[in-house]
């Protein structure tokens, strides 16, 4: 099974993306928690967004009120609907898919990223 992220490409600052993030097969035993970014320099890998199992959701401070994540119960897809883009909103976005095991331990899926380049 791979996570796979689409979406991303370059948009001019104050413009929207919206990413989104599948499993290649469908199964139970994954389950999409959300986004993270690998940015060009400086702040590291760090969390966009996630969504907990009751739906309530987490944000990085620097995107809240800015991006917002949702899933589709339908199929388990994961969006990331991206508004009021700024340059430092630059980044590799990747998507992370869990599996738990033997009660709270856990293995951490990730695919291959998709790049979202905000232009000054």
């Known amino acids: 099974v791979q996570v796979v992220e689409s979406g991303g490409g370059l948009v001019q600052a104050g413009g929207s993306l919206r990413l989104s993030c599948a499993l290649s097969?469908?199964?139970?035993?994954?389950?999409?928690t959300g986004w993270y970014r690998q940015t060009p320099a400086g702040r590291g890998f760090e969390l966009v967004a996630?969504?907990?199992?009751?739906?309530?959701?987490n944000y990085g401070d620097s995107v809240k009120g800015r991006f917002t994540v949702s899933r589709d119960n339908a199929d388990g897809t994961v969006y990331l609907q991206m508004n009021n883009l700024k340059p430092e909103d630059t980044a590799r976005y990747y998507c992370?898919?869990?599996?738990?095991?033997?009660?709270?331990?856990?293995?951490?899926?990730w695919g291959q990223g998709t790049q979202v380049t905000v232009s000054s």
């Open positions: 992370n898919g869990r599996q738990y095991y033997s009660g709270r331990n856990y293995f951490d899926y």
């Open positions: 996630t969504m907990n199992n009751d739906g309530t959701a």
């Open positions: 097969e469908r199964t139970s035993d994954i389950y999409i």
